[in-house]
């Protein structure tokens, strides 16, 4: 089958750093998104990763492990504007997107 | 990239009755996709648009309850019908362009609740 597990929720503080896990279990990979969504709005793209290690754009990380079927986005410095659903997505060798549940991030002052 | 204009934003409809939900991009795209995103979870893929065929429908979703156009290649449209409270969701548009590693852009979203 196909799966793609995240966190549910998770809460972290102003100025801190927050990493949230994805792991997937697909039919191919041909790469890995990470997407924001802040409630009531269409999801926005963060990142991208289809190779093993790290991509790193501004105060956010993404990490892809194929291997270990295993991805995480690291948030530093972050700020109440952060609060926010983040959703890891992989898209399969017939190029479709399947998407975890989403992890909902609170920061707290 | 590409900018996506989805309407209406949101709409209240009573139940039985049949709502068109329309996605205009600026540039032309091969892949249009339909979403539903209910309360709290994550995407679901309605159907693949496809320009001058059927679309593709995921398990769980028929033509008839979910009827897709796509005349050209910047236009779709998504039809919600006979609709009851259950299909009360938001309901997005996506496209991807050419390439492996484009991401999926996203139209607005449009919030419909049945009553």
């Known amino acids: 089958g196909q799966n793609i597990d995240q966190p549910t929720e998770m809460t972290a503080t102003e100025g801190a750093i927050v990493q949230i896990n994805c792991t997937y279990q697909t039919s191919g990979f041909n790469g890995l998104f990470w997407y924001q969504q802040h409630a009531g709005e269409a999801p926005t793209f963060l990142s991208y990763?289809?190779l093993d290690g790290l991509e790193e754009k501004g105060r956010f990380s993404s990490f892809l492990s194929r291997s270990k079927g295993y991805s995480y986005l690291l948030l530093k410095e972050l700020q109440m504007k952060d609060s926010a659903s983040y959703l890891c997505a992989v898209r399969k060798s017939n190029y479709q997107l399947i998407w975890g549940a989403g992890t909902k991030l609170i920061i707290k002052p | 990239s590409a900018v996506i204009s989805q309407k209406p934003s949101r709409d209240i409809c009573q139940r039985g009755t049949s709502l068109t939900i329309q996605c205009q991009v600026d540039?032309?795209?091969?892949?249009m996709f339909w979403y539903r995103q209910q309360p709290g979870q994550s995407l679901t893929l309605i159907a693949t648009a496809n320009q001058g065929s059927e679309a593709t429908y995921e398990s769980g979703f028929v033509i008839d309850k979910f009827p897709i156009s796509r005349p050209n290649l910047t236009f779709s449209t998504l039809t919600v019908s006979n609709m009851s409270p259950e299909d009360s969701s938001i309901y997005l548009c996506?496209?991807?362009?050419?390439?492996?590693?484009?991401?999926?852009?996203f139209g607005q979203g449009t919030r419909l609740t049945v009553v």
């Open positions: 540039s032309q795209v091969t892949m």
């Open positions: 990763n289809v």
């Open positions: 996506s496209v991807e362009m050419a390439g492996v590693n484009t991401e999926a852009f």
